[in-house]
């Protein structure tokens, strides 16, 4: 016999009251016993202490413990007490007149938790009286102190919960269930209401206008219905439009993409993608599914026709001619698919000279590490006089500080790079910062004999980060003494401005360089002449560090031979 809606919701939740109103009660009985247990432990632990006090107050041991007895008359309540040494033999009972043949007791539940957590509680059957207690024991250094009470009816009353919660628990249930009828029968009238609109709309009927449903859950979804039903017509003009919209964002996308069906037929594709494959392939093609055959493409064919592939994706990269591309390959649960091609040669470049710097720093570390080894192990394996050991030691120093420099340079480099925004940018005077160059290079230019000119305005500020454009100006000056020879001049200038950009004049006097190297002075670890850049002790970021430093700052460098011998650089940076 088929039940109604009404008797399957009323059943329904019928059961789930009754689930809940029999847990309720377990809980509430079994936490109501578990706080009546624990306050007779309490008070057993009350016990204990009293026993224990007189213990120590009496400094009673195996000799003389017979003298607890004079404490068991004044306890409150028939309860036993037993004194156990820490080796789990029993000292004093009061329940046994000679507790020498008893059983040791340290593999008794209560003993064995007192151990550990300092007390402990169990109830069950005396081995010696037969008889049940309610054990409480707690361990307090040298010995266990545990009292018992018998676990007669009484106590067992003492500990059984109170009826009153299920009385009241039984009453609220007898309440709900005639608040569930009511709900179960309202639900059921909306429910049959709404099937028999759903029966006209199935069978095309006419929706009458005044039609009336209950102001409730139910009714709100029929009228929802009804909203639905009638904008059935615009809702599948809006998919066209939005089909439209899709159609039209593939065809603008950056990105090659075909859709194919199982049958490795063309659904469609953008105009990017047909340029891609003709960039892949040997022979011009319009027609997509020619790159199906390619043998460029065997591997994306292979994994679509493979039907024990562990994923329903993949990625494969493809060069040819110059470039290199990213093909995804995306298989559907109806084994259509659709490719789509990525132009990544501009990354893979970056990528490349990612792996080729990471190669030159690698280099250029081996050097001074290995001297610096080289040294240490000179001084380390040979007994060599002061002089000697001095100069080994001045060799190693000056390796640790082109080390210094070379992790100073890579790292301002990555910053500029992957994260700028770290940079704090301020307005600067710039005068300021060319004279704290030239005093924290004094020492080199007088050595070198270098006469340092600037002519910067005193009131010239921008707005900048001032570690970059510190490392602009040393790193020219440091270039300069290091390679433009002795006894030469450096001029530094503003020698323009407009609305936006001051420009600057930064020269030497000196030797200059060749002019088939002006084009990579500012290439990562170019080196003019290989040598002598080594023996200097130059990182080979210094001209690099530069020009990031100055594309920071929105600005453009060039450099170039002066005519009179020397090299100059010229420079803009944004107001």
Known sequence: MKTTYFQRIFSCLLIIFLLFTGGVILIEQKQEKKFR????????????????????QHKL?????????????????????????????????????????????????????????????????????????LYYARH??????????????ETRNMLKADSLFIYIIIALFLVALIFIYYVAERFSKSILQLKDFSSKIQKGQRIPEDIRFQNDELGEIAYE????????????????????????????????????????????????????INLMTDQPTFDAEDILKDLVFKPVTDFICDRKRESNHTLFSISKNGKCFSVQVVVFEDNSFEIIIKDISQAE?????????????????????????????????????????????????????????????????????????????????????INEVRIDLSNKLAARRISFTSSVSDSLTVVGN??????????????????????IEIHISNYAEDDNYFYFSYYDTGCGVGEQHLSRLFERFYRVNEGRTRDTGGSGLGLSIVKNAILF????????????????????LKK
């Open 37 to 56: 247990i624990a306050d007779l432990e309490a008070r057993l632990d009350g016990y204990t202490e009293i026993i224990h006090e007189f213990i120590r």
């Open 61 to 133: 041991n195996k000799d003389n413990i017979g003298k607890v007895s004079e404490l068991y008359r004044l306890l409150p309540e028939p309860v036993r007490v037993s004194i156990i040494d820490n080796d789990g033999y029993v000292l004093s009972d009061n329940e046994v007149n000679d507790p020498v043949y008893m059983d040791n007791h340290l593999n008794r539940p209560e003993i064995m938790n007192a151990r550990y957590a300092s007390y402990g509680s169990n109830i069950r059957t005396s081995a010696s009286t037969r008889q049940e207690y």
């Open 140 to 153: 307090f250094g040298h010995c266990y102190v545990r009292v018992a009470l018998p676990y007669t009816m």
């Open 225 to 276: 219905l009804i909203d639905i039903f009638r904008q059935k017509e615009n809702t599948q003009k809006n998919i066209e439009i939005e089909r439209e919209k899709l159609i039209r964002h593939f065809r603008f996308s950056g990105e090659g993409l075909c859709i194919f069906s199982p049958e490795m037929k063309k659904i469609y594709a953008n105009t990017n993608f047909i340029q891609y």
């Open 349 to 433: 470049k970056t990528r490349l000279l990612k792996q080729e710097m990471t190669g030159n720093i690698a280099h250029e570390l081996r050097t001074p590490v290995t001297c610096l080894r080289g040294y240490l192990e000179t001084l380390n394996s040979f007994e060599l006089d002061a002089g000697k050991q001095k100069q080994f030691i001045e060799r190693a120093f000056l390796q640790t500080i082109r080390l210094s420099n070379l992790i100073d340079d890579v790292g301002i480099i990555s910053k500029i790079e992957e994260a700028p925004s770290q940079f704090t940018i301020e307005r600067l005077n710039l005068a300021l910062l």
């Open 466 to 487: 001032y570690t970059l454009l510190y490392s602009v100006f040393r790193n020219l000056v440091d270039n300069s003494i290091s390679y433009a020879g002795p006894n």
């Open 553 to 572: 700052h929105k600005g453009d460098i060039q450099v170039k031979n002066r005519l009179n011998g020397g090299l100059e650089f010229l420079f803009t």
